[in-house]
């Protein structure tokens, strides 16, 4: 499991990609609803994104942590879970 720091950049990264994705799909149409605020700082990590990693890797143990992160941001943001 990476430090605390590590989490905090995987998270805000995710976060990032993910918001651009959707402005990127917007552009092309493939999106309809209101355009992310490129500017906006990404929600605070869960405290307990350790163990909710954790419980994604007793599901299914193959999956990279950084994949668990994005798929939690998604979740967060409902977007797609596919990582670009």
């Known amino acids: 499991m990476p430090d605390r720091a590590t989490l905090e950049s995987a998270w805000r ?3 990032d990609k993910q918001r651009i994705n959707t402005f990127i799909r917007h552009t092309r149409g493939e999106h ?3 355009l992310p ?4 700082a990404p929600p605070a990590m869960p405290r307990n994104i350790e163990a909710q990693i954790r419980n994604a890797f007793e599901k299914d143990d193959t999956q990279p942590w950084d994949k668990v ?4 941001v998604a979740s967060a943001n409902q977007q797609p879970k596919q990582q670009p």
């Open 13 to 15: 990264l995710a976060f």
């Open 37 to 40: 605020d490129l500017e906006a």
């Open 69 to 72: 992160i994005w798929d939690l």
């Open 32 to 34: 309809n609803g209101p």
